[in-house]
């Protein structure tokens, strides 16, 4: 059974490619982000603050992008990625105070 994740491009207004997620990120369904991670070149801002759950199977995914991802997260994840050791290889921030989509 596959995990429900939702997951949105778009674009920043500054031109660069943003993927919005939303759900749980797990072994169901990582084939689903890396695609999506796949279909994009160049920086790409990852905003996970919509996702409730990521195993190590999603942060496998994470890691193969890790050198073009801006990943926005709420404090829930950040102990994962820090422990992980993802935090040490992209830029990780919360989401902007103001509410505005994460740049």
């Known amino acids: 059974m ?52 990521l195993d190590s199977a999603g942060l496998s995914v994470l890691f193969a992008h890790a050198d073009r991802l801006v990943l926005v997260v709420t404090p829930l994840l950040e102990p994962v990625l820090t422990v992980s050791g993802l935090a040490g290889l992209t830029t990780v921030r919360g989401p902007d105070p103001d509410g505005a989509p994460p740049r």
């Open 2 to 53: 596959t995990t429900p994740l939702i997951l949105t491009p778009g674009r920043n207004p500054d031109g660069t490619a943003r993927l919005v997620a939303a759900g749980e990120i797990d072994m169901s369904n990582i084939g689903s982000l890396a695609d999506a991670l796949d279909a994009t070149s160049g920086p790409l801002v990852l905003d996970l603050t919509g996702v409730e759950y």
